[in-house]
């Protein structure tokens, strides 16, 4: 039997394509209208933008397989929502859009197994003021 560390599990990861799949499918059936995944620019990406009725919202996924290392939401720190916010005023400019109703939404992907948990934090966090 080959060596395996003392932490080592046999149960595959969650990588983070298939958590945004799970994500975007969660968002879907909540009425959520996706315009982009995977939005990139210079300071970074946001993994899910989309319309929540006529608001418009950023949508960091974060996706974990079992809580060894805490919970996928605890992941969105400070530095990572100035990312988020500078990813997201770079695409209300690139857009052209200004006096929108924005909103920060994260949702937390935890894979139990061979169960799937998804949850929405609606409005998580304060972004960056726009103009």
């Not at 939005?39 to 974990?64: C, M, N, P, Q, W």
């Amino acid at each position: 039997m080959p060596f395996a560390p003392k932490n080592f599990s046999r149960r595959p990861r969650l990588n983070g394509a298939e958590g945004e799949k799970h994500a975007a499918l969660f968002l879907v059936k909540r009425g959520y209208r996706i315009l982009e995944q995977n939005y990139r620019t210079t300071f970074g990406e946001i993994d899910i933008i989309a319309h929540d009725g006529d608001v418009l919202v950023f949508i960091e996924v974060k996706s974990r397989s079992g809580t060894q290392f805490g919970l996928p939401q605890s992941a969105v720190d400070t530095r990572k929502q100035t990312k988020i916010s500078q990813v997201a005023l770079a695409y209300l400019k690139e857009k052209k859009l200004s006096d929108v109703d924005c909103r920060f939404d994260v949702v937390a992907v935890l894979k139990e197994g061979d169960a799937f948990e998804v949850v929405l934090f609606q409005n998580a966090f304060e972004g960056i003021e726009h103009t």
